[in-house]
């Protein structure tokens, strides 16, 4: 027969074991048939041994001299986050009553108000509508814009990251090729926006081209067409028509060509059909007073004596 461990002789002694575990070690031993190594056993896994309380205190008082790769990993990356925090740039606003925006529009929701000399940190910059000059917006660490006119950036151009990551939606170029979904991309860009309708005035794209924004100027910027934007009568030279049995998202649909001049044509992005009869179409596209929105129309819909016809831009990729 083995020999009884080193902590079943300790325990058969006595030794080392409170009120609570004597109890419990004297109660198996009470059970008739039960081997004396066996209580051990059993007692040891319910109480393992723990250190001394003067070898816990010395494990406390004398840490290992060289600390672990993992820790001082940790330490390095906590001090190297910290310095970046610190050299954070924050520029100071230079008017009185600045307002801070939800959207790089003045249309849009007042968030913040700064007052002059205001230090703001900037998450990033994007082109919005043009203020005093420039279309640059500073989107701020409140999370709003504020027109850099205001703020004291030591230049009139970008000092931080695009806040759309500087792609445009794609990978067109101007006056290139394009993809259906750049197309619906670049037009939801002015859409999120609220860029509100003028037969005169412009609105930069993502990349700052301006375009007027009227309806043939918008669907112009969303295809990524000559800058400030075809009319409705000159749009004819970049599209073909096409049935609406054949219609896909990105083409557009509008009464265009001769005698549309003015409020005599429109032109809307094709989104994609709102019902299964295909009688409505969702569009993308700028509007009268409503600006430039998400809308819905009947096939066939006219202004005047002209009926609404579908088209599809020239250097669309398929």
């Known amino acids: 027969m083995a020999s009884p461990s080193c902590y079943a002789t300790m325990m058969s002694k006595g030794k080392g074991r409170s009120p609570r575990a004597m109890g419990e070690y004297q109660h198996l031993k009470g059970i008739k048939g039960l081997k004396s190594s066996t209580v051990a056993r059993l ?28 820790t001082m990993h940790l330490k ?15 520029y ?5 009553n600045v307002n801070c925006r939800a959207e790089p529009t003045t249309n849009s929701d007042v968030v913040e108000v700064y007052a002059k000399g205001t230090e703001v940190k900037l998450e990033c910059q994007t082109h919005g509508e043009t ?46 090729e394009i993809s259906r979904e750049e197309i619906l991309s670049r037009g939801q860009y002015w859409v999120d926006r609220k860029v509100p309708y003028s037969m005169s005035k412009t609105y930069p794209d993502q990349q700052g081209r301006k375009y007027r924004t009227d309806c043939s100027g918008f669907v112009s910027m969303a295809l990524h067409a000559s800058s400030p ?38 032109v809307t992005l094709f989104h994609s059909w709102a019902g299964s009869d295909k009688k409505e179409y969702n569009t993308l596209e700028c509007r009268g007073t409503y600006g430039c929105v998400k809308y819905k129309r009947p096939v066939g819909w006219k202004v005047g004596s002209y009926t609404a016809k579908p088209y599809r831009y020239i250097r669309v990729k398929d």
């Open 43 to 70: 007692h040891s896994e319910s109480h393992p041994h723990t250190p001394s309380p003067n070898k816990q205190s010395q494990e406390q008082q004398h840490p290992p001299l060289y600390p672990s790769f993992h």
């Open 76 to 90: 390095n990356l906590a001090l190297a986050l910290a310095a970046v925090i610190s050299t954070a740039t924050a």
């Open 92 to 96: 100071p606003i230079t008017g009185d």
């Open 131 to 176: 203020v005093l000059g420039t279309s640059i917006w500073d989107k701020t660490t409140d999370g709003c814009y504020v027109i850099d006119y205001y703020v004291k950036t030591g230049t009139t151009g970008m000092v931080t990251d695009d806040c759309n990551g500087g792609s445009g939606g794609g990978d067109s170029s101007y006056n290139g």
């Open 229 to 266: 934007g075809f009319s409705t009568v000159s749009m004819t030279e970049i599209a073909k028509s096409i049935s609406w049995d054949d219609i896909q998202p990105g083409d557009f649909v509008g009464t265009l060509g001769s005698g549309t001049g003015g409020a005599a044509g429109h």
